[in-house]
């Protein structure tokens, strides 16, 4: 099918007010966001979406897990759609950007394509995931999980938030029904997936990149560990009788921090990002504790070698200072690496507009990391004001999201095509 590119005209203006539009539905006074899976804002941002969706003329659904998508039907039916798409669920006082660009910028880039007259032979679709971020139920990524079968129907049953709930009754609260077994998609369902998405790093800004090209996303294995040894009075406890967890705590943070520093790559991270002392007292002995681990890389290999030299260390530490050690795993998810020819369409849509991509890899994980488990995947990255995001002063300036939206809609067409 022929096809003149030119035609694609990304409308910037309405797309940043429709990003502003969209962080009001939040819990958090502005300019935080906060939007917590199936709570009011969350239901409210969900009914905006679906109302510009209308408005487009575009087709939609939702799954028993209120995973939402949005299609711009292709001109053979027969043929699996290509995909896109993010999240619009944000963390407790964190910003309008993250998950956001690739939604509403995806709706956007499917808009374009449609006042375009271009005619995609394959269906496009927009994929907006149920909670991408952890925070209501413990476990990121729920919907794109779901979708690709790395969570089953019991698993997901299983789940209770921090008020009790479970997640039966809460997505029934929200109006979601029917059975938990049918959400895995089916082979060749997607032909391919492109998510949309801030860098979240400072990388693009301080280059003076303009669009980064995701060729890997690492992926974290997430620990809890538990300490148990012997509390007591700060005073009165002797030095040599104690069993203080978190003194073998300090050690255990610093061998974290030691097997990401040795272990020979920039991509390998580590990070104890949570303790839970009790009593929690200045004036007595800590009795129990709680760890929670992130190890992360692009190659598995080389990130479970660091959850191995972990955890033989807080096993040897544990047994010198006689305190009782529990390992508990939350996942262990595979890194993934982008299709090449999906890549290869994204770089013919830079060329197209005479931009040169930055390749990187991509050290936070998103829905693409389960979507590859479902088609060819790859991510485009725009800059972000000094790399921050989760925080509320996150910004991607409006022709950076303008630029990616424009390179994403070419870049879908080029694999409808």
Same mark, same amino acid.
């Given at each position: 099918?022929?096809?003149?590119?030119?035609?694609?005209?990304?409308?910037?203006?309405?797309?940043?007010?429709?990003?502003?539009?969209?962080? %009001?539905?939040?819990?958090?006074?502005?300019?935080?966001? %906060?939007?917590?899976?199936?709570?009011?804002?969350?239901?409210? =941002?969900? =009914?905006?979406?679906?109302?510009?969706? +209308?408005?487009?003329? #575009?087709?939609?659904?939702?799954?028993?897990?209120?995973?939402? #998508? /949005?299609?711009?039907?292709?001109? &053979?039916?027969?043929?699996?759609?290509?995909?896109?798409?993010?999240?619009?669920?944000?963390?407790?006082?964190?910003?309008? #950007?993250?998950?956001?660009?690739?939604?509403?910028?995806?709706?956007?880039?499917?808009?374009?394509?449609?006042?375009s007259g271009l005619k995609p032979r394959r269906s496009l679709e927009l994929i907006v995931f149920t909670a991408e971020e952890p925070t209501r139920f413990g476990v990121g990524c729920l919907g794109?999980?779901?979708?690709?079968?790395?969570?089953?129907?019991?698993?997901?049953?299983?789940?209770?938030?921090?008020?009790?709930?479970?997640?039966?009754?809460?997505?029934?609260?929200?109006?979601?029904?029917?059975?938990?077994?049918?959400?895995?998609?089916?082979?060749?369902?997607?032909?391919?997936?492109? @998510?949309?998405? $801030?860098?979240?790093? *400072?990388?693009?800004?301080?280059?003076?990149?303009? /669009?980064?090209?995701?060729? =890997? $996303?690492?992926?974290?294995?997430?620990? $809890?560990?538990?300490?148990?040894?012997?509390?007591?009075?700060?005073?009165?406890?002797?030095?040599?009788?104690?069993? +203080?967890?978190?003194?073998?705590?300090?050690?255990?943070?610093?061998?974290?921090?030691?097997?990401?520093?040795?272990?020979?790559?920039?991509?390998?991270?580590?990070?104890?990002?949570?303790?839970?002392?009790?009593?929690?007292?200045?004036?007595?002995?800590?009795?129990?504790?709680?760890?929670?681990? +992130?190890?992360?890389?692009?190659?598995?290999?080389?990130? +479970?070698?660091?959850? =191995?030299?972990?955890?033989?260390?807080?096993? !040897?530490?544990?047994?010198?200072?006689?305190?009782?050690?529990?390992?508990?795993?939350?996942?262990?998810? *595979?890194?993934?690496?982008?299709? @090449?020819?999906?890549?290869?369409?994204?770089?013919?849509?830079?060329? !197209?507009?005479?931009?040169?991509?930055? @390749?990187?890899?991509?050290?936070?994980?998103?829905?693409?990391?389960?979507?590859?488990?479902?088609?060819?995947?790859?991510?485009? #990255?725009? *800059?972000?004001?000094?790399?921050?995001?989760?925080?509320? &002063?996150?910004?991607?300036? @409006?022709?950076?999201?303008?630029?990616?939206?424009?390179?994403?809609?070419?870049?879908?067409?080029?694999?409808?095509?």
């Open positions: 099918m022929s096809q003149n590119p030119a035609k694609i005209q990304i409308d910037s203006k309405r797309l940043s007010v429709e990003l502003e539009h969209l962080a %009001t539905f939040s819990d958090a006074p502005a300019p935080a966001v %906060t939007r917590i899976l199936w709570t009011q804002a969350d239901q409210g =941002a969900r =009914a905006y979406l679906k109302s510009l969706s +209308d408005a487009a003329g #575009f087709k939609w659904r939702e799954d028993a897990l209120g995973n939402t #998508f /949005i299609r711009l039907e292709g001109t &053979d039916s027969s043929l699996s759609a290509v995909a896109t798409g993010s999240h619009i669920d944000a963390i407790p006082f964190s910003g309008r #950007f993250d998950g956001t660009v690739g939604v509403l910028g995806g709706l956007e880039a499917l808009r374009a394509v449609q006042n794109s999980r779901a979708m690709s079968g790395a969570l089953d129907a019991a698993k997901l049953e299983s789940y209770t938030d921090g008020d009790g709930v479970n997640l039966n009754d809460a997505r029934a609260a929200a109006g979601y029904s029917g059975s938990l077994e049918g959400l895995v998609l089916p082979e060749g369902f997607y032909h391919a997936f492109v @998510e949309l998405h $801030i860098e979240q790093g *400072p990388l693009l800004e301080a280059e003076g990149q303009g /669009i980064g090209l995701v060729t =890997a $996303i690492a992926a974290p294995a997430s620990l $809890i560990l538990k300490l148990e040894g012997e509390g007591g009075h700060a005073g009165a406890m002797l030095m040599s009788l104690r069993r +203080d967890v978190l003194v073998a705590a300090a050690e255990i943070v610093l061998e974290v921090e030691r097997a990401a520093l040795f272990a020979g790559s920039e991509d390998s991270v580590a990070t104890v990002g949570r303790i839970l002392n009790h009593p929690n007292n200045i004036n007595a002995v800590p009795s129990s504790l709680e760890l929670g681990l +992130d190890i992360r890389d692009i190659d598995a290999l080389r990130r +479970d070698g660091m959850v =191995a030299q972990t955890l033989e260390a807080a096993h !040897e530490i544990c047994t010198r200072r006689k305190i009782a050690l529990e390992v508990g795993w939350l996942n262990q998810d *595979p890194p993934a690496r982008s299709s @090449e020819w999906v890549l290869a369409a994204a770089r013919a849509a830079c060329l !197209e507009l005479g931009i040169s991509p930055r @390749e990187m890899v991509s050290r936070a994980y998103h829905d693409s990391l389960f979507m590859a488990r479902v088609c060819p995947m790859a991510m485009i #990255f725009i *800059p972000c004001f000094k790399g921050y995001s989760h925080r509320p &002063d996150e910004f991607s300036a @409006e022709a950076d999201i303008g630029c990616g939206v424009e390179i994403l809609a070419r870049t879908l067409l080029k694999l409808a095509n």
